[in-house]
């Protein structure tokens, strides 16, 4: 069982940045890849960015490409999504989760967090 809390969500005016961070605790083990995935209203959960803990290769969404950086940091068993340039369509409700193999579909990732709210202002 693996445990994920999300936090550093709120409220930005587009063309500004957040930082979230993901928390992990539980059995987590060196060959997880942590995901981050986002939920706006009325639309279907998409990928963001996701990064293999071993080694920590990373891969984006096409929409976050060049603004938006996932990073970890294994003292801290956490992993961060920096957004940079953030636009009003950005706006969702952003997930971390956590799956044995690194992957831009939702369904496959085993634990899942809350979820933290990101609204942007145009």
């Known amino acids: 069982q693996v445990q994920l809390v999300e936090s550093g969500g709120g409220l930005v005016q587009a063309g500004g940045s957040l930082r979230l961070s993901c928390a992990a605790s539980g059995h987590t083990k060196s060959n997880y890849a942590f995901g981050w995935f986002r939920q706006a209203p009325r639309k279907e959960r998409e990928f963001v960015a996701a990064?293999?803990?071993?080694?920590?290769?990373?891969f984006y969404a096409d929409s976050v490409k060049g603004r938006f950086t996932i990073s970890r940091d294994i003292a801290k068993n956490t992993v961060f999504l920096q957004m940079n340039s953030l636009k009003p369509e950005d706006t969702a409700v952003y997930y971390c989760?956590?799956?044995?193999?690194?992957?831009?579909?939702?369904?496959?990732?085993?634990?899942w967090g809350q979820g933290t709210q990101v609204t942007v202002s145009s």
């Open positions: 990064i293999r803990w071993s080694g920590g290769s990373t």
């Open positions: 989760a956590v799956n044995q193999i690194i992957s831009r579909v939702a369904a496959q990732y085993d634990y």
